[in-house]
């Protein structure tokens, strides 16, 4: 267990979720240009630790844990930082938290009926990064007082958002084709 917690990949989630606490810091002392660097890197070194996972041969249980909490963490912490602070506008705020807690009420849905993993789709990822960049951009923005980062946050935020629900259905479909195969479903 030790052994598997302390390798590359499992390093770089750790590092990512050991400055989320940092970035609340940033947030709560008003120094939003920093915190949306800050939140940029997070994000974009997202895709680094399952790249390397894979390509090193080094996935684990552990790993498969620390790096979507490191994801769900950074977005719920900046996401509702964001909303408290007034850095996101409040409906696309709200938006991404509807669709995070329908989510996560479907994998649990999901767990209580036998269903241990969904494949994760490759758009999932595309519009996760858009949300992570536009985030970014909104606290950027509100750090630097700067309307085109404003702007270039909307015009990534609002599509990546629209994916961010079409793909959230598409697990929903996914998740419902789980559940009907699932062994431990007496139904099918």
Same mark, same amino acid.
């Given at each position: 267990?030790?052994?598997?917690?302390?390798? !590359?990949?499992?390093?770089? &989630? =750790?590092?990512?979720?050991?400055? *989320?606490?940092?970035?609340?810091?940033?947030?709560?002392?008003?120094?939003?240009?920093?915190?949306?660097? #800050?939140?940029?890197?997070?994000?974009?070194?997202?895709?680094?630790?399952?790249? =390397?996972?894979?390509? =090193? +041969?080094? /996935?684990?249980?552990?790993?498969?844990?620390?790096?979507?909490?490191? @994801?769900?963490?950074?977005?719920? !912490?900046? !996401?509702?930082? %964001?909303?408290?602070?007034?850095?996101?506008?409040?409906?696309?705020?709200?938006?991404?938290?509807?669709?995070?807690?329908? *989510?996560? %009420? %479907?994998?649990?849905? +999901?767990?209580?009926?036998?269903?241990?993993? #969904?494949?994760?789709?490759?758009? %999932?990822? !595309?519009?996760?990064?858009? =949300?992570?960049?536009? /985030?970014?951009?909104?606290? /950027?923005?509100?750090?630097?007082?700067?309307?085109?980062?404003?702007?270039?946050?909307? #015009?990534?935020?609002?599509?990546?958002?629209? #994916?961010?629900?079409?793909?959230?259905?598409?697990?929903?479909? @996914?998740?419902? &084709?789980?559940?009907?195969?699932?062994? &431990?479903?007496?139904?099918?």
């Amino acid at each position: 267990m030790i052994r598997d917690l302390f390798n !590359v990949p499992n390093i770089i &989630s =750790l590092i990512r979720l050991a400055l *989320i606490p940092f970035f609340i810091y940033l947030v709560a002392s008003a120094q939003y240009g920093s915190a949306g660097l #800050l939140f940029g890197f997070i994000g974009a070194t997202d895709w680094i630790d399952g790249y =390397l996972a894979r390509r =090193l +041969g080094q /996935v684990t249980e552990v790993g498969k844990f620390l790096d979507p909490l490191a @994801d769900r963490l950074a977005v719920a !912490v900046a !996401v509702v930082g %964001g909303l408290i602070t007034g850095v996101l506008p409040a409906w696309f705020a709200w938006a991404i938290i509807v669709r995070e807690v329908l *989510i996560a %009420g %479907g994998a649990v849905y +999901g767990w209580t009926q036998g269903v241990t993993k #969904l494949d994760v789709r490759w758009i %999932g990822k !595309v519009a996760t990064f858009g =949300l992570y960049f536009s /985030v970014a951009l909104f606290f /950027v923005a509100a750090g630097w007082d700067s309307d085109p980062w404003f702007v270039a946050g909307y #015009l990534i935020g609002v599509p990546s958002l629209v #994916l961010y629900y079409v793909v959230g259905a598409m697990y929903a479909m @996914d998740m419902r &084709s789980a559940v009907n195969e699932s062994p &431990s479903n007496p139904g099918t």
